[in-house]
Structures are given as C-alpha cells and as structure tokens.
C-alpha cells in the first residue's frame, strides 16, 4: 500500500488477519524516499508463532480473527506493536526500535506472504491514520 508519506508524529496502522498454519507472512512500514529503501516497523508471523524485529516471540491463533495495531513514533524513532488475540489479554510489545536508523518516511505499508507451501491469509479492516487525524476526530 503506497499513498500519503509520513515523516512527523506518529502514524497507526492497524488491520485484521487470519492465517492457516503453513502461513509465513512478513509485515513492513518502509520508506522508500531515498536509494533503495529504510524498513521501520516489521515483524513476522510463521507457522503461529509472531516475532517482531528485535527477535520477541509469541503465539498467535490459527485461523481465527487477530486484530494487529502498529503506532509509529517519529519523534523517538520506536513502535508499539498490540496484538487482540481473542480470548485473551491484549500483547504489547512497546518501545520497539524501527529496524533501520534511516527509516525518516513512512512511504509503503506491505503485508506479503513468503509462505513456502501452499496456504492462504486474510485481510480485512486495514487503516492508516496520522495520530494527530485521530485525535482531532
């Protein structure tokens, strides 16, 4: 997903996905303003298992709705990752570095699969919002 670049504040993005157990799907917020490109937020999910950028790991339902919330921070260079499995207490993994110092514009969102076997995932209810935009409203 490309459109408006952000560079100042913070920036949520947050969708649902549900995803089988051979899924292997790899989320990132890139920036692509300068020569190639700078990767902020990421983290993976394979096989049930999420791991963020910095190398935490947790367990993620199969197959069923989980709702992912990423908040961006522009002005101390970190992201909170929240994850709504449901049933039970909601995961944060707060403060987390972007995984590149030159990540300055926030320019692409992908949620890409690099599943090796055959399997499917799905998307539903993807928002990106400037913080400040939802603030105001």
Known sequence: ??????????????????????????VELRDYSGNGYATGPSFQIRSGTLTTSDGQKADVKLNEWIRFEVATNFEDASWTLRVHNPGQEVLEFAALPFRDSKFDVLTWVGI?????????????????????LTEKD
């Not at 997903?1 to 292997?24: H, M, W």
């Not at 890409?112 to 913080?131: G, H, P, W, Y």
């Open 112 to 132: 890409v699969s690099a599943a090796d076997k055959e399997t499917s995932f799905f998307l539903d209810d993807f928002q990106l919002r400037s913080a400040e």
């Open 1 to 26: 997903i490309t459109g408006p670049q952000y560079s100042t504040g913070s920036v949520d993005c947050s969708f649902a996905l549900r995803f089988e157990k051979d899924s292997n799907i790899q």
